[in-house]
Nanobody, 122 residues
Framework: VQLQASGGGLVQAGGCLGL?????????????MGWYRQAPGSQRELVAK???????NYADSVKGRLSISGDNAKNTVYLQMNSLKPEDTAVYYC?????????????????WGQGTEVTVSS
């Protein structure tokens, strides 16, 4: 299973960016997908998650500004980021909880993308 993220970049404060992440490989089912971020010198933190049924949860710091959505048919998750702040600067990682069709006995496992950098200038 591979996760390929794209869409990071440099933006001014108050601007917007969109991230996308597509999962591929031996996927039987995806339970949820999400985004984490890690700023320099900080721990990785949850940004937003969405379940297969469409239930969303967000970190308090991004509520009202960032929006997660998903396309189950495409095994893809999106993160629309509006009203960006310098403190949103981080490497953003997508994740998916996947049931591998060739390793179903292991149950759902977490897979991670390679990370995409978002820089918000003040």
């Amino acid at each position: 299973v591979q996760l390929q993220a794209s869409g990071g970049g440099l933006v001014q404060a108050g601007g917007c960016l969109g991230l996308s992440c597509a999962a591929s490989g031996s996927i039987f089912s995806i339970n949820n997908m999400g985004w984490y971020r890690q700023a320099p010198g900080s721990q990785r933190e949850l940004v937003a998650k969405i379940t297969r049924e469409g239930t969303r949860n967000y970190a308090d710091s991004v509520k009202g500004r960032l929006s997660i959505s998903g396309d189950n048919a495409k095994n893809t998750v999106y993160l629309q980021m509006n009203s960006l702040k310098p403190e949103d600067t981080a490497v953003y990682y997508c994740t998916a909880e996947v049931l591998d069709r060739w390793d179903a006995r292991s149950g759902y496992r977490d897979f991670w993308g390679q990370g995409t950098e978002v820089t918000v200038s003040s």
